[in-house]
């Protein structure tokens, strides 16, 4: 123990950079400085290709440091100050707080694969079934904190809300759904421990540590996340680097827009694994080559069913489970791409 | 000589948080042995029926000592867990 003051001197430090990193975002925004890249496809022409990444990662990072440093640190904070212990005891509990807790409270759980499928497994064999699991784990990727800041940053605010209600719709429908099919119903029979399971008071005693080593805990989750996720995001971007320099406008007007565009952004998007993220910034490339705003949503939507976390979850529910929701999914995805293509008129 | 039951609770193959979490329980662990108190650390599997049978839902990492889920999704600081331990230890009768 260092001691009060020095503990309030700490955070106190640790505060003002949170203010620090909230306020230059707000800053950001108020002289209308672009958080987004701002070099356009056309732009890439004048370059040499082994030019081409170096002046595509220069405009991400020196636009876009701002917001993925808000929205890494935003991520690390809520996760940390999210009543947890409330969460577990409540998932444990019933049906309809699953379903609830579910589609509310997932959004505010950055994922990483290491919270993602125990926790999947971990509502299923307390007994709050199969359907909320399985909102549980749609609703996660889709709509995290860090995906939606992400994605109303770069691409619209417009696209991120309407992100989060389908994704939400889609959840619980495939929850419900889930849970009415006889093979879901077997694997929620088959590791149902007991009606009465699921911690109680006894075994749950969560220490709350002083506020300055939540914030440092909030931050180091944060940092985790940028280890977790930034190699493969920058990866991600040389490649997008590449695509969006390369492709001709043509191909993507002729296939990306109408009806044939949500199909194929739809079909796309599931086993094309892009790492979190990447998805957000090829989704914009293609957007500004001539995608439809519809198939971008169909796009967008496909992040939950990809093939590692499919075969993550196989290995808890069976694969008839896992084909079910991504099916469910993958409708739903060109369901809504088509809906919102209508309503807005830019499908 | 008193004995100490310590759970790291993670996923299995275990995660990097976990694994840190795993590595300052175990420290903590080592000092404690000149305190004359054997300290057990353990992994344990988080989607097991029998961890979910007796915590219920949990964020990994977690940290249980003697039974009593004291960490749940972070990971903890080496004097946190030894006084955590230390705790756990009086609430022990000696014999």
């Known amino acids: 123990m260092n001691g009060s003051l020095a ?31 701002t070099l356009q496809p056309a732009d890439f022409s004048k370059y040499a290709w082994y030019e081409v990444p170096f002046y595509y ?46 589609t509310v409270l997932a959004p505010f759980f950055t994922v990483c694969s290491c919270t993602m499928v125990p926790l999947f497994a971990g509502i299923l064999y307390a007994g709050a079934g ?20 992400i994605t109303g940053e770069f691409i619209s605010w417009e696209i991120a809300i309407v992100r989060i209600i389908v994704s939400l719709i889609t959840a619980v429908f495939a929850g419900v759904i889930i849970a009415k ?33 939540r914030l440092i805990s909030a931050l180091k989750f944060g940092g985790y996340l940028v280890k977790q996720i930034m190699p493969f995001f920058i990866v991600g971007l040389i490649i ?17 827009t109408g009806v044939t565009g949500v199909l194929i952004a739809s079909v796309a998007a599931g086993p094309l694994y892009t790492p979190t993220l990447v998805e957000i910034v090829l989704g914009r490339s293609l957007l500004q080559l001539g995608m439809s705003k519809a198939a971008l949503l169909s796009w967008l939507m496909g992040q939950p069913w990809d ?21 469910i999914a993958w409708a739903c995805s060109v369901a809504f791409g088509l809906l919102y293509g209508i309503i807005t008129g830019s499908l | 000589m008193k004995e100490i039951k310590v759970e790291v609770i993670g996923p299995e193959p275990a995660c990097v948080r976990c694994q840190t979490a795993k590595k300052v329980v175990e420290k903590a662990a080592e000092r404690l042995k000149q305190a004359e108190m054997t300290v057990k650390v353990e992994k344990t ?4 029926k029998e961890v979910v049978s007796k915590y219920g839902v949990l964020f ?5 000592v003697n039974g009593v889920v004291k960490i749940m999704g972070r990971v903890p600081r080496e004097e946190e867990v030894e006084r955590l331990i230390r705790e756990a230890a009086e609430k022990v009768p000696s014999n």
């Open chain 1, 181 to 213: 099919t006889p093979w879901g119903k077997a694997i929620e029979k088959e590791h149902q421990i007991s009606q009465n399971s699921g911690a109680t008071q006894q075994t749950i005693e969560i220490v709350k540590p002083p506020l300055d080593e």
């Open chain 1, 130 to 149: 199969i359907g909320p699991a399985i909102t549980f784990l749609l609703m996660a990727p889709a709509a995290n904190i860090l995906t939606i800041l």
């Open chain 2, 60 to 64: 990994s990492p977690a940290v249980a």
């Open chain 1, 7 to 37: 503990g309030k001197i700490r955070t106190a430090l640790l505060l003002l950079s949170v203010i620090i990193v909230v306020g230059l975002l707000i800053y950001s925004r108020i002289m209308a400085y672009s958080l987004a890249p």
């Open chain 1, 307 to 327: 093939i590692p976390n499919m075969m993550a979850v196989s290995k808890v529910a069976r694969w008839k489970v896992v084909l079910t929701y991504a099916f």
């Open chain 1, 240 to 256: 997008v680097g590449y695509v969006t320099a390369y492709t001709p406008q043509e191909i993507v007007e002729g296939y990306l």
């Open chain 1, 57 to 102: 990662l220069w405009d991400y990072i020196s636009h876009a440091w701002i917001c993925l440093l808000f929205a890494f640190t935003a991520a690390g904070l809520v996760y940390e100050f999210t009543p947890k212990e409330m969460v577990t005891r409540y998932m444990s509990s019933s049906r309809v707080a699953g379903y609830a807790i579910g």
């Open chain 2, 45 to 48: 599997n988080i989607v097991s």
